[in-house]
């Protein structure tokens, strides 16, 4: 009796194991290759675990990937630095706001002109990948702006080559911008995790082809928490 009583604590200890690694893979997976973009916003139950990185934030799961990928990088001479992480919906409507606001006084631009800019770069609110934690721009320490200049350079050439070793791809791709609907952006990289961001890498595709190509559509709009309900 007692024996069966053992065998039985014994095989509901390892369903349960097999239970939580099941439903802990998926979670990560689905939270890992989401897309967000115009058509599939941030979804509004969307929790992330975020850890300083710097005196920035990203999502605890991209921590040890993005480290090693600094570190590897500084062992070839290459000094990248974090120039964005996690950013709330306050913050990228915040940060739209000082855009528009800068072409309209700086450069003249209309309003209409001076949105229409400010769209290419900046996601509207809760339509940024920044919001998921996931996204992260990188620059370095010798081309520190937002210009597409830093492609030509060794760090921007280091990170497009190298950024997939780590599970991240540059997310907005020069031949690609009328999938993504986003302009050229050599120092937007996102998180997929090192196979996919190998599959994409060796396709030649972006994460829009590559959702609609392996996943159904209502997969993409599923966020962690409804999974874990
Ligand atoms: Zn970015």
Known sequence: MRMTYKLLTKATTYI???????????????????????????????????????????AKIIEDPLTKLFEQAKSEGIHLILASGYRSKKKQEENRKNNIDFLIKTEKMTLKQAIEETNRYFAEPGKSEHETGLAVDILSEDFN??????????????????????????????DKVDTTGKAYEPWHLRYLGKKVAKEITDEGICLEEWHTKNLKKETLLIGPKQLKN
Not at 25 to 31: C, F, L, P, S, V
Not at 154 to 162: F, L
Request: zero cysteines; hydrophobic letters at 45%; glycine letters at 8%.
């Open 16 to 58: 349960m194991i097999l239970f939580l690694f099941i439903l802990t893979k998926g979670i990560t997976n689905d939270e890992m290759l989401i897309l967000i973009n115009d058509q599939n916003p941030v979804p509004n139950n969307w929790e992330v675990e975020l850890v300083n990185f710097g005196r920035l934030k990203i």
């Open 145 to 174: 702006r937002f210009d597409e200049g830093f492609a030509d350079t060794d760090a921007g050439k280091w990170v497009a080559e190298h950024g997939p070793e780590f599970g991240f791809i540059i997310r907005y791709p020069k």
